[in-house]
């Protein structure tokens, strides 16, 4: 699957014209076997053939649903896994300006950058080695906001900080979890195994044509063209960093939005 997905890096339109025009290639291969059959008499097994081509493009279609759920599931998965982790760090950012400690301003500080820094994750591309330096930085103001945290609970061991604790705690969680869902992705067997299935119903529904020799030229360019959106889309939902289906970062621009206010203490209403 890096192969394909490289090339859907690229351009995911080529990825479809080259599928498409792979299918219509093994379609044409099994209409010709097909004709050369029924040329020397094959049609006697046209009955069975209908048979066995009709199992198979009923296999192809439930073998679609299934990997387009899953796809649909890991994509789901990361746009919620976003949702969950920007407000994991606004919660933190707020409990770290109220805690009443001189620390807590700079871990709100250090959150404005985390917050930044997990925005550049979602939005990176395929680029390893920046991915890799992103993963590096986030570690690294985890252990900083950390050793602040550790700081506080020594010298305010309350349940102020500890709530303050719990939310740091849980926004590094959050961090960890969408790093996960990013990294898990449709196994490559399974996807060949898309591809190697639709490009044998192709060429088996192009034999089966063959066989009775008639041309339907419309209606298969329609099937493939039907066949090769699905796999696109799949392809697509499956892969985090390519394509149209990504998870928006809106969520952390109105998290950064949200911490240009910074604390406002408004004064005691005057006594009535």
């Known amino acids: 699957m890096t192969l394909l997905a490289a090339i859907a890096d690229w351009s995911v339109f080529a990825f479809a014209l080259l599928l498409m025009a792979a299918q219509m290639l093994a379609h044409e291969a099994g209409y010709w076997l097909g004709y050369g059959r029924e040329a020397r008499g094959g049609e ?9 081509v009709g199992g198979m493009l009923g296999l192809l279609a439930f073998v679609l649903a299934l990997t387009l759920s899953f796809a649909n599931t890991r994509f789901t998965e990361r746009v919620e896994g976003t949702l969950t982790e920007a407000n994991a760090i606004g919660t933190a950012w707020l409990r770290a300006q109220a805690i009443g400690h001189v620390r807590g301003p700079e871990i709100a500080k250090l959150l404005e950058e985390y917050a930044q ?4 994750y979602i939005r990176e591309g395929q680029v390893q080695a920046a991915i890799d330096e992103l993963n590096r930085q986030t570690n690294s103001l985890q252990s900083k906001m950390w050793g602040h945290m550790a700081a506080i609970v020594r010298e305010q061991p309350d349940p102020v900080s500890a709530s303050l604790m719990a939310a740091l705690n849980d926004a590094f969680d959050q961090a ?9 992705r449709l196994a490559s067997p399974i996807f060949w195994l898309l591809i190697g299935m639709t490009l044998m119903g192709t ?6 044509l063959g ?20 796999i696109v889309d799949i392809l697509d939902l499956a892969s985090p960093r390519i394509g149209a289906f990504r998870a928006s970062t809106a969520v952390y621009d109105w ?12 004064p005691l209403p005057a006594p009535r």
């Open 44 to 52: 006697a097994q046209a009955e069975g053939v209908n048979v066995v």
């Open 117 to 120: 820094l997990r925005r550049d």
């Open 176 to 184: 960890t979890a969408e790093r996960f869902a990013y990294d898990l």
């Open 203 to 208: 060429a088996a529904l192009g034999y089966q």
């Open 211 to 230: 066989l009775k020799g008639r041309r339907v030229h419309l209606l298969v360019v329609l099937l493939t063209l039907m066949w090769t959106v699905v």
């Open 255 to 266: 998290t950064l939005q949200g911490f240009k206010g910074g604390l406002q203490i408004p």
